[in-house]
């Protein structure tokens, strides 16, 4: 038995790229969850990631990807070329089965254990057993309509979901508004401490310890 699925779609239309996936998980004939949640954010909530495949070599990749986004400072492309060495050459990793869309503020990624890191020729793209289905409704859409890519995200993932029956319409939709400032990374050290140790001085002064 082999666990299928699903239908993940990536759209970057009208300032923001929006990431759409479904959330059935399929064991066999036998529908095993409606509810996966199989886009996620990284990085700081700077990269979003979907995953098709199989769900535990998924969250396996999720993990390594996100230490190349931290080694790497967030720079996707750098990141997903990486991680696709090691997927290809790492004697654990070659054998996880996955598909993964990843996109930023400046990429927009397919990435494949077969050492292919794919950018979109027109923002449209998709992954999974329904993900033919979800790019050309996608593609229709951002052509002759006026919705926004996260309409546009839902609605094509919604008819792929009409179509392959390894894909639900139980939706997760992250997005990154492009015209919106990125937030700066926060320095959590606390206001007017710093780190060094500090010798303590034990000298008493007119009666009172000084330190």
Known sequence: MKIRGTTILAVRHRGKVTVAGDGQVTLDTTVMKHGARKVRRLYHNQVIVGFAGA?????????????????????????????????????????????????????????????????????????????????????????????????????????????????????????IDLEEEPAAETDTKPAGTDFKSRPKKDQKKDGHVTG
Not at 76 to 83: Q, S, T
Request: charged share 25%; proline share 1%.
């Open 55 to 175: 769900t535990a070599d998924a969250f396996t990749l999720f993990d390594r990807f996100d230490q190349k986004l931290e080694q790497y400072k967030g720079n996707l492309l750098r990141a997903a070329v990486e991680l696709t060495k090691d997927w290809r050459t790492d004697r654990i990793l070659r054998h996880l089965e996955a598909l993964m869309i990843a996109v930023s503020r400046e990429s927009f990624l397919i990435i494949s254990g077969n050492g292919d890191v794919i950018e979109s020729d027109d923002n449209v793209m998709a992954i999974g057993s329904g993900g033919p289905f979800a790019l050309a409704a996608a593609r229709a859409m951002v052509r002759y309509s006026d919705l926004t890519a996260t309409e546009i995200a839902r609605e094509s993932v919604k008819i792929a979901s009409e179509i392959c029956i390894y894909t639900n319409d139980h939706i997760t939709v992250e997005e």
